[in-house]
Structure formats: structure tokens, C-alpha cells
């Protein structure tokens, strides 16, 4: 009040006055005697007076037209109008901080009108006059148009000013007027500062304008030399400070200029009480910490003490101003442990013991749990990291690798990263890598730069072109397109199996490509198999790096899932916050946790096996025998990964999964065996070397479980299970020294076994092995097919281990109006990622719909001739791999040039469809490449459109949006599982040597996918809300096939699925994954006002 009292300039009964005592005002100014003062004769004008509240404010109306009018006069003559211009402006300002309400709201509704030019008079004037007074009145003018209790129109005032270039007006005068030249105008500098602490959070490039403006130290001095602390003034210089330390440049200069001094001296003169000025120090703090230099500056001049006493003190704080304190002290602590003083530092100077006390203390409700969640995690950085109780990061299946020649040289763009990428992209095709640190996104921009996006593309990405004699090696493969077809009674299965294929010639051969059309492992096989029998004999001629000691119960009896609604976990907020205090009080006291071994794959591999018999199962016999105490565990099965198991508490067991082959990293797929469990309580299982940032398990998902009783009681399904499930950061560290230790990952679940004395088996999701795949193409080969089908199966090469990799070859018999020949191609593959299982379920889904009887089955084949690689990559799905193969490499970013040694499969699919498209002239009319998706739920497509191409040549190609887009228009339409509004047509140039864009780019296949599909479930949709299972992985394989069809058919221009399909062509979407309870806030909540943080 005492602020606005001495704002107002007049007396509120001259405000009534009306334009007539304006008039007598100005008659007795003194007039210059030049020709400015006709002009100013406008303010003698006669006013015609009106009855009531119309009159009134017509009267305000006029009054505030003339004082603007007589403003933007004088102001052409501001030196000769002195005095004039000084008391319109005075005038001005007493109206619009009237304390009339009436007044008050005309004069500032006639001031931020739209369309009026109000602020530009003003605004004008306030960088042209030199009178300190009227610089005043009108700084506090915009002051007033902008205040809080303005109203909705603030905003777009803010918005105004900002666009005007008002910043640079604002930063000019303060920098004026703190110049020791000139003297000071208190009245005309708290204005301005207070403006400048209202805009600048709206005005985006605020730090950039006081940079060059050379403001940035300017403000620093005012804080440290007049306003530490002043009552007023501090709020809108630390709202000043809090956008300039948003920006990295402006953070280091106010580094190097002291700032932590001087917030240091700040909250020592303003105190530890909960208020405004506390909260803004605080998130000043919170954005400088985020350079490391800050960080070490804040240990050594006692700054990280004041932010410990404010964060010790947390419980003397109440309501919405606790949380945001304890938010910005904790976040900043956060920031603190970038630095090894900074961990050190908080170590040593009870900083744990004060986490450790809110952890324990933290009030119970839903906000608070992201701040125990983030105190958890700065205990975990502060701690000492720990090496896992491993002997080597290396995984303890080892492939020799020493007699392969190395990988060529010339690389593409995005194999230039693969060191890199290999150890942090997420698990699909175009996944975007957002958890990357900020140091390694601007490398990555440095980069991009460095490459030019104008090049031409055979300079940008040179790809091996192979000469036709060499793709003449695949001509037999491609017999039905090239020979003539064979005499009627052929057999509709064109699949020997009872054949000998050609010997390999060597586990390493580059000469490696079969000519026989039969699998060298189904030879031998009797119709009268039965399931158990054939698959053991398939898994027993299956070469795996770690010799297998058993067949897996549900791979041998072909465990399925039943059919119906799956609901995803709801976590229980008391059971996660238990788990993370758990788990930080095991790291603080570890002399109080036991560890005891109970399984060790690198102890087993150590000892020979010399497997003479057939692997076989015997779960059955073992059923309701009990062992020693406590739970035993297996993985020596195919596609199983334990690597050890440690009991740490009578009922609860840290368990270590392998990464994958001659690797040290990728941990993400799971499946073992459980036994000699003891049904009367619950077991918690802790899989302590997750290198994922984000899981699935923290948004709904569970592990799944088969038991073997169960099965036996006819009831041989996957289902779900576990509760308090948990996925948080641990005190393990990643091996290698490196600067910036990563920490892994914990997967915590509890689990209550359906039956004691029970053989089980928990996996990350459904297994879908190498084993089982053979076995479904040798129970294809051998049932009653359509007369009309043409079905064969033959060996496109043989693996570094020496396994076959099947390639199908579907479609209708030939006929003399419908040859073989005139037929388009589909390539279709999958499992290039081998913990992606979930795409051999829906790659299984697409296989029988093929093989059926039904009429749009049979319309396909007859429109198509199909070729099919359904695994990729069947070294890595054998050793239980998530990533990558033999050759610690990910398949998926070596289509550009792969290695015809190292990456033979790839080599060779490419060179199938390089065949089609250079001998046979037929460029595919769809390719499709089947994957899984660990961080997103839903099915969905990623495709390539030129016009969104990272390559500025590509906006140059001819392109038919629809042609690109019609199909995921068509599996909105008839897959219910699909999500239409995740589909993204983005051309990366990190993707550049994947399947996808490679056969886009490389051979013009213009309807290139990558279909994703969840690992976990849904969230829109008719399944939202439930798990994915195998019948929808299934239903979306058929789907995608009847989608084929009605595009083929051209039933798809109706007005519904045209537009949809022409809105689909402008979705560029970003991944967006779901962030870890304890980021709900980390990376978002720093730019958002009071108002919208209470609100999240």
C-alpha cells in the first residue's frame, strides 16, 4: 500500500475532473513559442458531458486518448517538452494506479488493447527521454499493465512487450543507470528490474539479449552490491538470475564472476525462514549446480552447507513451500554429485544421514514419493560404488573370433557410432536414445555438422554393390521366379526333409550359402514324433556357445498363454517406497546383509561336459523331491541367461543375468529356472544388473512364470506374476574406468509360488527359441496344406556356430493366367534383435495365416510370392543374447555393408533382395521388419518419408505420401491392437544402416517398415489397460497380412481411411517414453511456474 501510495502522483479527486481541468492544466503550462504549439491545441478541445456511468466512462476514455496523444507529441520534442511530458506521464501513471477501481481498469484496458499502440508510445518514449522522473512514470505505466492483479491480460501484455524487443529497451536503461557516469534514479531502477523479473522468464532468449548487451555482470553486481538484502528488490533480481542461469554460457560467466559468493552472503542475510525468497535462492542454485564449476565452488565457499541446513531443517516447513523447497534442495544436491567433491562433500558432512532421515520420515503421499525416490538416489551416488561380485564384466560365454578378418573399414555415418550406440540405444529400430547424457546429444549435433546434409547420397553412404555374377550364387533360391515350374504333380510342400543337405563347408566359411532346398536339421524325422520328441531332438542338434544340459519344459511341450484380458500391475506406492529403503539401508549398512553363492555360471563353465545323449527334461520326476534349503536355479537351456544367484536374505536372492556373447553389456532379457521353493510365504527376486534407464515394470508390467505342476495338472501356460515390483538405480557400478561411472539398475519383485516342491520358469516375456521355430517349420512341412500352395523351406546359410537359418518361400502354385513370374514380392523378417520375442509371435501370426486355407489367404498368395526370414539372428536367440550375436555387434546397424563372415545372415538377406530388384526387376512391393519395444506399449510403424528426411537431397524425391502411409492406415483400421498416433516416417541419420532405411534408400523400396510391438501392453485402444499376450501378438501377425491384402486391392479409398492416411504423412513424432518415478520431475519441473508444479 505504502508502494502504490507513493506511486500515485495526484490526488484521486483530480482524477474525477474530467478533460476540463486537463484543458485549464495545460492553458497554464508555459508554451514554447515555436510551431509545436499548435499541436498541443488538441487539449483545449470542448467535451460534451453525459449523464451517468456513460458519461464517466466516456470522460476516462477521452481523458486517457489526450494524456497518450499529448505524450506522443511531446515526445517529438521531449528536450523543448520537459516539463509537459514529465506530468502527462505522471498523469498517466497516477490513472493506471488508481486506486478508483473503475479508473484503474479503463486506463489499462485502453493501455494493452490489442490493436492500440499504447506500449509502443510508451515504450518509445521510455528509450528516448533523459529525465529520470518521467522515465519513471512510465516504467511504472508498463509496471502496473503487467502487475498480478491484472488479470488475464497480463500474459498477453508479457507477450507484447516481449515481441516489441522491450528486453533489450529494459537491460539498456539498467546498465545506463548502474554506470558510475551518470547518476542513479532508485525510483527508475527498481521499476525496471521489476518488469525485467516479470518478462524474462517469458521471453525465451533473455539470457542471449543480456549476454550481448553485456548485462549479465551488471545484474550480478547489483545483487551483490545493493540488493542481497533489500525487501523488495531481491525477488525480481533473483527471478532475473534464476533466467540467466537457465543458459550454460551466462551460467559460466556468472561463475567466473563470483555468483556463489554472493548467494552464499544472500541466505546468510535472508535466512533459513520457508518463503518466497528462500524458494527462488534455492532454484537459482538448482539450475547453477548443473555446471560442475558451480559445484565445486558451492563446497569450497560453504554454499553446499547452507543448502544442508535448509534441507535438515525440512520438517519445520509446511504445505506446497516443504515440497518445493525439499524439491530444489534435493535436485540440487542431485547436480552436486556430478562432481567427486561434491559426493565427497555430501559424505562426509552428514549429508547421508540427513537423506537417510527424510527417507525414513518422508510424509506418505503421492508427491512426496518422487522426492524419497530422488533422496534414494543421491545416497546411492554418494555411496561408494560397488564392482558387481562378479570375476569379469565379460559375459562367461565366449566365442572365438580371432580367425575372422576384421570388418571393413569403410563405414557408413551412423556405423562411425556403433562403439557407442551398440552400448546405449534402446532395443528397436528407431528408438529414440533421449536418456543419453546431454555431453554425448551435443557430440552427437558436433557430428552432424561435421556432415554436411547436402551431399550426394553415394558420398554420404557408400554401400558395396555387388556384381551379378556373385548374386547369380542366389539363383536357386529364387528357382520359382527363374526356372520353369514343375510338372502338376509336384507336391504342394516343396520341402524335403528327409534329405541330406550339402556339408558346410566350415564353421567360418564365406562360402556359406545352401543349395539344397531342406534343412540339414530335420533330416531323419518320423511323422509319428510326437511334440516332446521332435523338439528334443531339434534342441539337441542346436550348437550353443555354453553347452545346454536340458530342454526347457515349456519350449518341449510348447507352453501358450490363455486367451482373454491380462490386466496390468497397479504398484502399490508403501511396497516401492519399502523396496527403495530396503535397498539404500543394505548399501549404508552392507555388514548387516549375508551372501551366500547358490548359483554360478562362470564357476559351471568351467567344468567339461561331454553330452553323448539327446537333451531331454525330466521336471516331472523332480516334482514334490526336496533338495537342500532354499531356492536352486538353472539356466543351461537354450535362449536361458543366469548368471548367478546370491542368497542375501532367508527368502530373498540377488540374481546377475549374462550379457550378451563376448560382451560386457546388454542385460535386458531374463529366463531361468526356479525349484525347491516353499509355497507358505513369498520369495523376493532382485535382478541387480538392469542397464536400461527405464522399464516397463515401473508402468504396469510383470514377469511371467510357468509351472511345471501346473502343466501337469493341464494347465501348460505363461502367466503373470509378482508383486511390489520395482525398477530403481543401485550402488553397482559399470566395469571400466571410466569418468563418469554408470550405475545399474535393480528389477525387484516379490513372487508367491503356486505350489512347494515346484519346478518354474520366470522369463522377461514369452520365449520363443531357435528350437521352436524349427519345430513349427517341420509341423508345417508335414500337415495337410492348400492343394494350391507353393511352401519351401531351404538354408540361406549357415551361422559362425554352424546353425542353419531358414528362409520360407510362400505363395500360390502357378498357373497359366497367373505365373510366377508377373507376381509382386514381400520380404518380410524378424528377430534381428534376439530378446525381441515378441516378434517371432507375431511373425508366427503372419506364418499360419499364409499357410491357411482362408480366401484372403489364398487372394495373397496369388497376388504375391512371399519370402520370409523369421530369425534374424538365431546365434544370438540360442545364447540367450538381448542385442547382439556371436560378434558383440547389433545386426541391425550393419545392413549398409555387412561382412559376408561376421554378419552372414544380413549379408545374404540383402543380397536376396538386391537379386530381386537388379536381375529380376522387381523392387519389393513391401518390406517389413518385426521387432519389440521395451520403453513404449501399443503395435505401431516406423516408415520413410523423404520430406522428413535428415538428408536435405531427399526432400528433392519424388514421393506419394499416401503410397507411404496407406498401410498403417489400414492396420488402424482393422488391427486392434494399433496404434495409429505412435507412427512415425522420420529418416535419421543414426539410422541410416538399419534395415528399414537401408532398403529404402539402397534399392528404392518405397514402403519400408519397422513394426514394433510392446513388450509390456497397452494404453489405448480395446486392450487398453491389459497385459500383450500371445493370441494379440498372434492377431496382429494376421492382421498386418489382411492390411497387405486390401492395399494390394486398392480397397482403401474411402473417404476414412484416404484422410487418415494423408494426416499420417505429416506425423513426425518423438519417442515419448514414460520417465522413472524418481524422474517424474527431475528434467521438466525447472521450467515450470508455481502454479503448474502444484498442479503436477
Wanted: net charge neutral; hydrophobic share 35%.
Amino acid at each position: 500500500m505504502e508502494a502504490q501510495r507513493r506511486r500515485v502522483s495526484v490526488n484521486s479527486s483530480v482524477e474525477q475532473s474530467g478533460a476540463a481541468s486537463l484543458a485549464s492544466e495545460s492553458s497554464s503550462q508555459q508554451r514554447p513559442r515555436d510551431e509545436s504549439v499548435a499541436c498541443l491545441r488538441i487539449d483545449a478541445a470542448p467535451v460534451t458531458y453525459l449523464p451517468g456511468n456513460v458519461s464517466a466512462a466516456m470522460s476516462d476514455d477521452s481523458l486517457n486518448d489526450i494524456l497518450l496523444d499529448r505524450i506522443r507529441q511531446c515526445a517529438l520534442r521531449p528536450v523543448d517538452n520537459a516539463e509537459l511530458l514529465r506530468s502527462s506521464a505522471a498523469r498517466l501513471h497516477s490513472r493506471a494506479a488508481s486506486q478508483d477501481r473503475d479508473i484503474r481498469e479503463r486506463t489499462l484496458s485502453r493501455l494493452r488493447r490489442k490493436r492500440s499502440d499504447a506500449l509502443d508510445i510508451l515504450m518509445g518514449l521510455l528509450e528516448s527521454v533523459r529525465d529520470h522522473v518521467t522515465a519513471a512514470s512510465v516504467a511504472g505505466t508498463i509496471r502496473e499493465c503487467i502487475a498480478h492483479k491484472t488479470g488475464s491480460m497480463r500474459g498477453p501484455t508479457m507477450r507484447r512487450l516481449v515481441d516489441m524487443n522491450a528486453t533489450q529497451v529494459f537491460v539498456k536503461l539498467v546498465i545506463t543507470l548502474n554506470s558510475r557516469e551518470v547518476g542513479q534514479s532508485e525510483v527508475l531502477m527498481q521499476e525496471l528490474l521489476w518488469i525485467l523479473g516479470q518478462i524474462s522468464p517469458k521471453d525465451s532468449k533473455f539470457s542471449i539479449k543480456a549476454r550481448l548487451l553485456n548485462g549479465v555482470k551488471v545484474f550480478h553486481s547489483l545483487l551483490r552490491a545493493r540488493y542481497f538484502n533489500h525487501n523488495r528488490m531481491l525477488v525480481p533480481l533473483l527471478l532475473i538470475m534464476k533466467s540467466l542461469a537457465k543458459n550454460a554460457t551466462t551460467t559460466h560467466v556468472l561463475v567466473k564472476d563470483g555468483i556463489c559468493t554472493t548467494l552464499d552472503k544472500t541466505m546468510i542475510a535472508n535466512g533459513y525462514s520457508p518463503n518466497t525468497k528462500l524458494k527462488l535462492l534455492l532454484t537459482v542454485i538448482c539450475y547453477l549446480s548443473r555446471s560442475n564449476r558451480f559445484c565445486t565452488r558451492m563446497v569450497k565457499v560453504g554454499l553446499g552447507q547452507q543448502v544442508l541446513r535448509v534441507f535438515e531443517r525440512w520438517e519445520r516447513f509446511d504445505g506446497k513451500m516443504r515440497y518445493r523447497i525439499c524439491y530444489y534442495t534435493l535436485q540440487t544436491l542431485q547436480n552436486l554429485c556430478s562432481t567427486k567433491i561434491g559426493r565427497t562433500y555430501i559424505s562426509t558432512g552428514n549429508g547421508l544421514s540427513y537423506l537417510h532421515k527424510f527417507c525414513t520420515n518422508c510424509p506418505d503421499n503421492v508427491q512426496h514419493d518422487t522426492l524419497m525416490s530422488k533422496a534414494c538416489t543421491i545416497i546411492s551416488l554418494c555411496l561408494e560404488k560397488k564392482d558387481l561380485p562378479i570375476s569379469t564384466p565379460l559375459s562367461p560365454a565366449r566365442f572365438p573370433l580371432a580367425d575372422l578378418c576384421k570388418v571393413d573399414s569403410t563405414k557408413s555415418v551412423s556405423d562411425s557410432d556403433d562403439s557407442v550406440s551398440d552400448q546405449l540405444e534402446d532395443e528397436s529400430d528407431d528408438d529414440d536414445d533421449e536418456n543419453l547424457d546431454q555431453d554425448m546429444k551435443e557430440k552427437d549435433r558436433s557430428e552432424n555438422d561435421a556432415c554436411p546434409s547436402v551431399l550426394p547420397n553415394n558420398l554420404l553412404f557408400p554401400a558395396r554393390r555387388r556384381d551379378s555374377d556373385d548374386l547369380h550364387m542366389y539363383d536357386q533360391k529364387w528357382s520359382e521366379m527363374i526356372s520353369p515350374p514343375c510338372d502338376k504333380n509336384r507336391l504342394s510342400r516343396n520341402c524335403s526333409l528327409n534329405l541330406v543337405d550339402k556339408k558346410n563347408d566350415g564353421r567360418h566359411s564365406n562360402n556359406n550359402v545352401g543349395n539344397s532346398s531342406n534343412l540339414k536339421i530335420l533330416s531323419g524325422f518320423s511323422l509319428k514324433d510326437t511334440h516332446r520328441t521332435a523338439y528334443c531332438k531339434i534342441a539337441s542338434r542346436v550348437n550353443s556357445v555354453i553347452p545346454f544340459v536340458k530342454v526347457a519344459y515349456p519350449d518341449m511341450i510348447g507352453g501358450t498363454q490363455l486367451d482373454g484380458p491380462d490386466p496390468l500391475f497397479v504398484r502399490d506406492r508403501k511396497s516401492y517406497r519399502s523396496k527403495l529403503l530396503t535397498s539404500i539401508e543394505r548399501n549404508l549398512y552392507p555388514e548387516h546383509t549375508s551372501s551366500n553363492v547358490i548359483y554360478d555360471m562362470d564357476h559351471l563353465v568351467t567344468i567339461q561336459n561331454d553330452r553323448k545323449e539327446d537333451l531331454t527334461n525330466f521336471d516331472e520326476e523332480r516334482l514334490g523331491i526336496p533338495e537342500l534349503n532354499g531356492l536352486k536355479f538353472e539356466s543351461r537351456f537354450e535362449s536361458g541367461n543366469l548368471r548367478k544367484a546370491i542368497q542375501v536374505g532367508p527368502r530373498e536372492y540377488d540374481l546377475i543375468m549374462m550379457p550378451d556373447v563376448n560382451s560386457s553389456h546388454h542385460h535386458n532379457w531374463f529366463y531361468f529356472e526356479v525349484s525347491n521353493m516353499d509355497n507358505s510365504s513369498p520369495y523376493t527376486l532382485n535382478i541387480i544388473n538392469c542397464d536400461k534407464p527405464n522399464s516397463q515394470f515401473n508402468f504396469g508390467m510383470r514377469p511371467l512364470l510357468f509351472s511345471v505342476k501346473e502343466a501337469v495338472q493341464n494347465r501348460p501356460i505363461w502367466m503373470r506374476a509378482g508383486t511390489d515390483i520395482c525398477y530403481f538405480k543401485n550402488a553397482y557400478s559399470w566395469p571400466g574406468k571410466t569418468k563418469k561411472k554408470k550405475t545399474f539398475q535393480t528389477i525387484s519383485f516379490t513372487i508367491q509360488f503356486p505350489h512347494s516342491l515346484d519346478v518354474c520358469y520366470i522369463a522377461y516375456h514369452f520365449p520363443y527359441t531357435y528350437s521352436k521355430l524349427m519345430y513349427n517349420i517341420w509341423h508345417w512341412s508335414n500337415r495337410l496344406l492348400p492343394c494350391n500352395l507353393y511352401f519351401r523351406v531351404e538354408n540361406l546359410c549357415c551361422t559362425l556356430n554352424n546353425n542353419e537359418t531358414p528362409l520360407l518361400t510362400i505363395t500360390a502354385k502357378e498357373t497359366e493366367d497367373n505365373k510366377l513370374k508377373d507376381r509382386e514380392v514381400v520380404f518380410l523378417t524378424a528377430r534381428v534383435h534376439p530378446g525381441e520375442s515378441n516378434a517371432s509371435y507375431v511373425m508366427q501370426g503372419t506364418l499360419t495365416f499364409l499357410l491357411g486355407d482362408s480366401a484372403p489367404a489364398a487372394s495373397l498368395r496369388s497376388k504375391f510370392v512371399f519370402k520370409i526370414m523369421p530369425m534374424l539372428n538365431p546365434e544370438g536367440v540360442i545364447n540367450g543374447c538381448y542385442r547382439c550375436g556371436l560378434s558383440d555387434e547389433d545386426l541391425n546397424r550393419k545392413w549398409n555393408n555387412p561382412d559376408p563372415k561376421r554378419h552372414s545372415v544380413i549379408y545374404h538377406t540383402k543380397g536376396l533382395i538386391e537379386y530381386s530388384c537388379r536381375l529380376l526387376k522387381k523392387v519389393p512391393f513391401v518390406y517389413c521388419d518385426y521387432h519389440g519395444h521395451s520403453r513404449r506399449k501399443n503395435v505401431f510403424l516406423f516408415g520413410c518419408s523423404p520430406a522428413q528426411s535428415w538428408l536435405s537431397s531427399d526432400k528433392d524425391l519424388p514421393e506419394s505420401p499416401i503410397d507411404v502411409t496407406m498401410l498403417p492406415a489400414l492396420l488402424s483400421s482393422v488391427a486392434p491392437a494399433f496404434d495409429l498416433s505412435q507412427c512415425s516416417f522420420v529418416v535419421e541419420q543414426g539410422k541410416e544402416a538399419t534395415a528399414r532405411i537401408s532398403v529404402w534408400r539402397q534399392f528404392g523400396v518405397q514402403r519400408s517398415y519397422t513394426m514394433e510391438s510392446s513388450y509390456c501392453g497397452f494404453d489405448v485402444g480395446l486392450y487398453k489397460g491389459n497385459h500383450m499376450t500371445i493370441p494379440i501378438l498372434e492377431e496382429m501377425g494376421r492382421t498386418f497380412c489382411v492390411a497387405l491384402l486390401y492395399l494390394s486391392e486398392g480397397n482403401w479409398l474411402g473417404d476414412n481411411l484416404d484422410s487418415e492416411a494423408k494426416l499420417l504423412s505429416s506425423i513426425s513424432l518423438k519417442d515419448s517414453t514414460e520417465p522413472r518415478l524418481e524422474d517424474y520431475i527431475e528434467s521438466s519441473d525447472s521450467d515450470l511456474s508455481d502454479n503448474e508444479m502444484d498442479k503436477k
